[in-house]
């Protein structure tokens, strides 16, 4: 593949909602090009861009692919973006990279699931758009009705610049609205229909097409285009094409238009510098390969054998090999040219994100927000053994993919991994037992309740044990009362005359603090108690620190028990996005899990709800807001439990230790 320069160079993010028919209509572009000799299907696993044994099985993709193709003296590199919404990390990088966008419709179902997100960010970075309406040989495709719709959810802007010739299954071919004759009769109807919105939308960005139009004057093709190009360039244009890879048809037309109506590299408004500016957007780690950094050139050059550095991290790096990959095929490439997005196998100090550029020269690029990871599961190695190898690969996946998280909680002693949802952590489980063979025990997370009390008690706590030889002594008094929420622990020595001598009191309070730590009726930490040591006794020869350590832990459990005890549970602040035709129905189903709505906005819910009730949310919310919706949270405070919920967490804990499971 030859070098070409920014002015010759596309850049083009497809998108649309899983399933829509990104990487049939990414084959059909290939083969037109004459990248590939046959075309490759999804259910048959062998498509160019899904090539992860993960998408192979699961038939969706999974990851953005690189695909660069020829066409016309232009070099266009294609980014096949994931339409599952437990992707979206894939194809926000993939956006922050591209000037155009070609955004994937089905002709049947429309719209779907997962494409308003992405488009409202193409919206936010003014990226040009065209659409196309995929899948119209199929039966109750319908190219008018998709129209309509993505015109409704997505804008006027969308206009068509060709029509379907014939339905269904008798879908033929595509005529061509800058046309004014030739039109078949079989189609005259949608013609004037949509030939007429077309010279309107130009018409309202050249003045000359309006004039023509109000004197009812022929508008010559020519003047159409140029206004389709500048409506692109303003945002008012949105041409609208038609396709079907199962008959081939609207390959080359989407080709010539993305040369034609998408802006080139060149045109990036952060091209416009001499020296080094390149953004790492995309990791991989394969197996047997390593690393590969997949980078937009936006300005300089880089070549193998060459020191670039890395501002993000301050280091320089070493380049060796500099590639393009084809799916999972790699062309190798003498240098990587302004506007050109290339892959840098093996660097050893780069991360997505992060950024080349020439010493000492401020950069300013586009830069991904994530969104947080709302689906979380624990996990644990059926084989100890593989605990290290198990945070490994967990590891080297956060590395590869910024919407995953993996985290060890101290307080509920288990490893929790966190993600954009559950086939998100599914394909992650089953790359880590794939690569790197671990197997995982999978849970729901444990809440981190609390326990504490709502009353003052007093009692002993004495341990008394005497075998041959020397015995076992310690006798405490203990006191215990509330602390305010938050105060955490304090401890009072209030022992005189020498009840129990100064060496050890340290005792007696590690006795009671570990006793919090595991808990008195439920198995959670212990929070906000001042504990009194107020009396005690002891034996000249058989105390010693481990004697007053149980006989304080005795106390505090018994005391604790006395003094109206309850269990604490974590209550965050739900922040809910979704379009206001869902609001009613958000607020519903956050009043059923115990809720209590703060604010409601247009297209807002901010609400406190118990941790508890979350479990499971971001697949409930996808599924009444049909995948528009989303969610952000962040704790707030404890407060006490309903009392079913504390009734059940104590019978659970007092089940297993029974049964001996603790």
Not at 552 to 568: D, R, T, W, Y
């Amino acid at each position: 593949m030859k070098q070409y320069p920014a002015s010759n160079i596309h850049n083009v993010a497809l998108i649309g909602s899983n399933s829509s028919g990104k990487t049939s209509l990414a084959e059909m572009l290939l083969h037109k090009a004459g990248v590939i000799s046959r075309m490759g299907k999804t259910e048959d696993g062998n498509t160019i861009s899904d090539f992860d044994p993960e998408e192979i099985k699961r038939k969706i993709s999974l990851h953005t692919s690189l695909l660069p193709l020829e066409w016309k003296d232009h070099k266009i590199n294609l980014l096949d973006t994931p339409g599952y919404v437990d992707f979206v990390g894939e194809a926000l990088s993939a956006l922050c990279v591209v000037e155009g966008v070609v955004a994937v419709i089905d002709g049947v179902s429309g719209i779907g699931v997962g494409l308003d997100t992405l488009w409202q960010q193409a919206v936010k970075q003014n990226l040009a758009k065209i659409v196309v309406i995929t899948k119209l040989d199929k039966n109750q495709a319908n190219f008018t009705a998709r129209v309509e719709e993505a015109r409704k959810k997505l804008g006027k802007q969308l206009v068509p610049i060709q029509i379907p010739i014939g339905k269904e299954a008798n879908f033929k071919g595509i005529f061509n609205l800058l046309k004014s004759d030739g039109v078949p009769e079989e189609i005259k109807d949608d013609y004037e229909k949509f030939r007429e919105m077309l010279i309107e939308a130009t018409a309202e960005v050249d003045d000359t097409i309006l004039n023509d139009y109000l004197e009812n004057k022929p508008v010559p093709e020519e003047e159409i285009i140029a206004a389709i190009k500048k409506g692109i360039e303003l945002g008012k244009i949105i041409p609208v094409l038609c396709a079907s890879v199962a008959k081939e048809i609207g390959g080359e037309e989407l080709l010539n238009e993305m040369v034609s109506f998408l802006p080139t590299a060149l045109e990036s408004p952060f091209s416009q510098n001499q020296g080094l500016r390149a953004l790492v957007f995309k990791t991989t780690i394969e197996p047997h390969v390593g690393e590969l950094s997949f980078v937009r050139v936006f300005s300089g050059e880089i070549k193998p054998a060459t020191n670039i550095y890395n501002i993000s991290k301050g280091k320089e790096e070493r380049i060796g090999q500099i590639i393009t990959l084809l799916g999972k095929n790699r062309i190798e490439l003498p240098a990587a040219s302004a506007g050109d997005i290339v892959v840098l196998p093996k660097l050893k100090n780069t991360a997505t994100g992060d950024i080349f550029c020439d010493k000492n020269h401020e950069v300013n690029l586009p830069k991904v927000n994530y969104p947080e990871p709302v689906a979380s599961l624990s996990v644990k190695p059926k084989s100890k053994a593989d605990q290290e190898k198990m945070a490994l690969g967990l590891g080297a996946f956060m590395h590869e993919d910024p919407t995953f998280k993996m985290h060890y909680d101290p307080e509920t002693k288990e490893t929790v991994i966190y993600g954009m949802g559950d086939i998100h952590l599914e394909v992650i489980l089953s790359k880590l037992k794939e690569r790197y063979g671990v197997e995982v025990e999978t849970g729901a997370p444990r809440i981190p309740y609390k326990e504490t009390i709502k009353g003052k008690a007093k009692g002993q706590g004495k341990y008394k044990k005497q075998t041959g030889g020397r015995g076992q002594y310690g006798d405490t008094w203990l006191e215990i009362e509330p602390l305010p929420r938050g105060g955490g622990f304090e401890f009072v020595d209030k022992i005189v005359g020498g009840a129990i001598p100064k060496n050890y009191i340290p005792a007696v309070e590690k006795g009671i603090r570990e006793a919090m730590q595991v808990g008195v009726i439920a198995g959670y930490p212990v929070v906000d108690v001042k504990v009194t040591l107020y009396d005690g006794s002891y034996h000249e020869v058989d105390s010693s620190d481990l004697a007053f350590k149980i006989a304080a832990s005795m106390g505090f459990k018994k005391v604790f028990q006395e003094a109206h005890p309850v269990i604490l549970e974590p209550v965050v602040e739900v922040t809910v996005f979704a379009p206001p035709e869902y609001i009613g129905n958000i607020t519903g189903d956050l009043n059923k899990r115990r809720g209590r709505i703060s604010s409601i906005e247009t297209d807002k819910v901010v609400a406190l709800v118990p941790l508890a009730e979350l479990s499971k949310y971001a697949t409930d919310l996808r599924s009444f807001t049909h995948g528009t919706g989303s969610y952000t949270y962040k704790f707030s405070h404890y407060e006490e439990a309903p009392m079913a919920v504390q009734q059940k967490l104590i019978e659970t804990y007092q089940k297993l230790k029974a049964e001996g499971g603790l």
